[in-house]
T-cell receptor, first 115, second 110 residues
Framework: EAGVVQSPRYKIIEKKQPVAFWCNPI?????LYWYLQNLGQGPELLIR????????DSQLPKDRFSAERLKGVDSTLKIQPAELGDSAVYLC?????????????FGPGTRLTVL | KQEVTQIPAALSVPEGENLVLNCSFT??????LQWFRQDPGKGLTSLLL?????REQTSGRLNASLDKSSGRSTLYIAASQPGDSATYLC?????????FGSGTKLNVKP
């Protein structure tokens, strides 16, 4: 079974440029999560989807961040414009139905460097 | 808001040693607690998941315990090996949100 796929794995951009990350969850997983992980810290939730619906985006900086999950499968996270402080690893995870007992499966992440 | 703390932040041990990693959380109203492993430049891999009604889970050389009332969990690694070197994170789940600790970076020396 294929795991959570993310691309690109690495991205280097100049500040004020836009950037987008893509995630393909495990087949059949209805719930998808985007996390931000700063160096030496644990992941912090940005947004959670149940199918196509964003059910928790309270931690997403909506002035510059946006996300979508068309057709309830793949998802894209966008930053526009990027700032120096956005340099971090962006992790995508999925779970079967988002029930409290479900475990999350993580992708390898996208490491973003903003210069 | 749930806060998760992991102690120590880093640990270096010789191969073969048994070790304990600690995780504490502030709100005992959790659904489950999960231990993850993260290798450099990679995502998180689930090691053990303990439901709120359970006290411990075991997988091979790993044993995780949960004491909800005191807000503590431990991850016990028996007979450590160099391949165990990684960062270990614990995460508690309340309904549908995970709260992660900052991790313990483990180095097992040959």
């Amino acid at each position: 079974e294929a795991g959570v796929v993310q691309s690109p794995r690495y991205k280097i951009i100049e500040k004020k440029q836009p950037v987008a990350f893509w995630c393909n969850p495990i087949s059949g997983h209805n719930t998808l999560y985007w996390y931000l992980q700063n160096l030496g810290q644990g992941p912090e939730l940005l947004i959670r989807y149940e199918n196509e619906e964003a059910v928790d985006d309270s931690q997403l900086p909506k002035d510059r961040f946006s996300a979508e999950r068309l057709k309830g499968v793949d998802s894209t996270l966008k930053i526009q414009p990027a700032e120096l402080g956005d340099s971090a690893v962006y992790l995508c995870a999925s779970s079967l139905e988002g029930r409290p007992t479900d475990t999350q499966y993580f992708g390898p992440g996208t490491r973003l460097t903003v210069l | 808001k749930q806060e998760v703390t992991q102690i120590p932040a880093a640990l270096s041990v010789p191969e073969g040693e048994n070790l304990v990693l600690n995780c504490s959380f502030t709100d005992s109203a959790i659904y489950n607690l999960q231990w993850f492993r993260q290798d450099p430049g990679k995502g998180l891999t689930s090691l053990l998941l303990i439901q709120s009604s359970q006290r411990e889970q075991t997988s091979g050389r790993l044993n995780a315990s949960l004491d909800k009332s005191s807000g503590r969990s431990t991850l016990y690694i028996a007979a450590s090996q160099p391949g165990d070197s990684a960062t270990y994170l614990c995460a508690v789940k309340d309904f549908n949100k995970f709260y992660f600790g900052s991790g313990t970076k483990l180095n097992v020396k040959p």
